[in-house]
């Protein structure tokens, strides 16, 4: 059995919790390999709605392991909510294991991401505030404190030393009284620790044992290719790697051991934070499609920006993650427009033309998209579970994203509940399972 991949292919937001969900079914292992409680990826089960930030979107199946791998930085305020919110619901959180080297964010790193925002005013990312950035910078610096950390007082103490003479020096123009007191903190963290501690391990070996095993592994990414921190709209992006190259690093395993990555696209486009976006609608039909598609995040519960979709982004996110399948999902989103417009190209200042996703920054700030319309289709498909049972036109938009691409559409969303899913190719051994 594979190792399947299984990213966003836009900018975050693309119903990768759902697809996760889907596939890990048939998984063994379902592992988180990189960001934080950015994330925010829902599952409706039976009109039960679950939102994680932090634990993989497998937890809903029990015994299966769910692994938040070392390549996430975890709150731990945040991972002990999220597994009381399970518990009272009477989820078994028993499989999830958590990796000793996963970083952690701390207090001082939640208020170093909002001042960073305040420092820039007008230029700023527009974060999610949740400390993300900062704890990965701590990571590179060599200042981080990980899980392991949390299970010796005396390492623990020491670490956080070292990492909080710089942050007082750095918060003082923006925080009156930063309350960063070492030894509330690390009885805090300690506590936080015991808490854990059955659920820390080396996790690498448990994904190891699994793939060894032929057992299919699921590598769930979060955030999306554009907010990829190479790869993205820097500086507008987040501060990991959300591509599938990062799976291997933030799991632990070799590029053999990741056999299929599927980008998560919607039908159309959304963003949240600020950054450069070709295809933004501010007229009626981006309210329409933010009401519609109930584009608010599950993280900020912030508006979500929308556009229509753009291909030589989704081309670029294709190559990047060497995507082997496609899913397309909130394609009921659409229906009832009568023309559904596709961004073919760009164009810039001085009437520049271009195909290609561009790599420098003035660029792509400038960027317009420019777009061919496709027959649009007023039927409700909420309860189309075939392609046969799609309306011509969504299917010709659907061969047509494939054919632009260059990726076939393995799966396709009609709905936000679970069985709302049209498989689009039964010869996939998943989706013949599924
Ligand atoms: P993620 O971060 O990629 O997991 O995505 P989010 O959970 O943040 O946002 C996706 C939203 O769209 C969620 O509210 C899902 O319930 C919903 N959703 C997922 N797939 C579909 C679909 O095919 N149709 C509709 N209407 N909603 C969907
Ligand atoms: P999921 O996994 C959408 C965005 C933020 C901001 C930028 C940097 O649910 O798709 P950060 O807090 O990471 O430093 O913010 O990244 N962002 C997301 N947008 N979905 C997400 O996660 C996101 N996680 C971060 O809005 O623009
Ligand atoms: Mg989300």
Not at 10 to 17: I, S
Not at 35 to 52: Q, S
Not at 253 to 282: C, M, Q
């Amino acid at each position: 059995m594979p190792g399947i991949c299984i990213v966003g292919a836009q900018w975050g937001d693309e119903g990768k919790g759902k697809v996760v969900d889907l596939v890990a079914e048939r998984a063994d292992a379902i592992v988180r390999f990189q960001g934080g409680n950015n994330a925010g990826h829902t599952i409706i089960r039976d009109g039960e709605v679950f939102k994680f930030h932090l634990i993989p979107s497998g937890i809903l199946y029990p015994g299966k392991r769910c692994i938040i791998g070392n390549g996430v930085v975890i709150d731990p305020g945040v991972l002990t909510d999220e597994l009381d919110a399970l518990k009272a619901r009477k989820i078994d959180t028993s499989g999830l294991r958590i990796s000793a080297n996963a970083h952690v964010i701390m207090p001082y790193h939640l208020l170093l991401d909002t001042a960073g925002e305040t420092k820039l005013g007008k230029l700023q990312i527009g974060t999610t505030r949740r400390g993300i950035g900062p704890a990965y910078a701590d990571k590179a610096a060599r200042l981080g404190i990980r899980m392991q950390d949390l299970l010796d007082e005396k390492i623990l103490k020491k670490k956080i030393t070292a990492a909080i003479d710089p942050k007082r020096l750095s918060l003082r123009p923006y925080v009156k009284d930063p309350s960063l007191d070492l030894q509330s903190m690390t009885e805090a963290y300690l506590t936080y620790g015991h808490r854990l501690e059955r659920h820390i391990a080396d996790t690498a070996r448990i994904v190891w044992d699994a793939l060894d095993a032929d057992k299919l592994v699921i590598y769930e990414g979060a955030q999306g290719a554009l907010l990829d921190i190479d790869h993205g709209t820097y500086p507008f992006v987040t501060s990991s790697n959300p591509i599938a190259g990062a799976a291997c690093v933030g799991a632990g395993v070799g590029p053999k051991d990741v056999n299929e990555v599927w980008g998560i696209a919607k039908a159309y486009v959304t963003r949240v934070g600020s950054g450069p976006f070709p295809t933004e609608l501010h007229d009626a039909v981006g309210e329409e499609i933010r009401a519609r598609g109930g584009e608010f995040g599950t993280t900020t519960g912030r508006a979500r920006r929308t556009g229509w979709l753009d291909i030589p982004a989704l081309r670029y996110a294709s190559r990047i993650n060497g995507l082997t399948s496609l899913a397309i999902t909130k394609l009921d989103v659409l229906s009832g427009f009568e023309k559904i417009k596709v961004c073919t190209a760009y164009s810039g200042p001085d009437d520049a033309a271009f195909t290609d996703f561009p790599y420098h920054q003035s660029v792509l700030h400038h960027a317009k998209g420019e777009y061919i319309e496709l027959d649009g289709w007023t039927e409700d498909i909420g309860d189309c579970r075939t392609a046969a049972d799609l309306p011509q036109a969504a299917r010709d938009y659907l061969d047509y994203i494939a054919e632009a691409v260059g990726v076939p559409v393995v799966l396709v969303g009609v709905g936000p509940g679970r069985e709302q899913v049209i498989w689009m190719q039964d010869s996939l051994p998943l989706a013949e399972a599924a």
